[in-house]
């Protein structure tokens, strides 16, 4: 198991490198009233057998973003991106947050 924090405005290519690996990834932050979760779960969000390459390299490997309030009551609906999307979605994750606001990561390898 890694854990690890970082500031906000450090933290993409690290979170892209924890979400794109095999096994659990999330990452937490706290926005003004929200408490954001952008996680991957190999249960969910990847493929339960693995191809050979070349095909690896097109099967789904899905984040989804999860927004809450301090008590778990959600504010927004999930949303979930598409492996192509993975930048999009770190842009929306941390979108609104200060350079030094603190981002959470974690990652379980499966």
């Not at 050979?52 to 609906?77: T, Y």
Request: hydrophobic share 35%; aromatic share 6%; proline share 5%.
């Amino acid at each position: 198991m890694f854990f690890t924090t970082v500031k906000s405005g450090h933290a993409p290519r690290l979170i892209k490198r924890i979400l794109m690996r095999r096994g659990t990834s999330t990452a937490y932050l706290t926005v003004g009233k929200e408490s954001r979760m952008l996680m991957h779960l190999s249960v969910s969000h990847e493929p339960v057998t693995r191809l050979p390459w070349p095909l690896s390299m097109m099967v789904m490997h899905d984040v989804e973003i999860v927004v809450s309030d301090s008590q778990g009551n959600k504010l927004k609906p999930n949303k979930r991106f598409a492996k192509g999307q993975i930048n999009r979605a770190i842009e929306e994750f941390l979108a609104g947050s200060h350079p030094n606001d603190e981002v959470q990561i974690n990652h379980r390898d499966s």
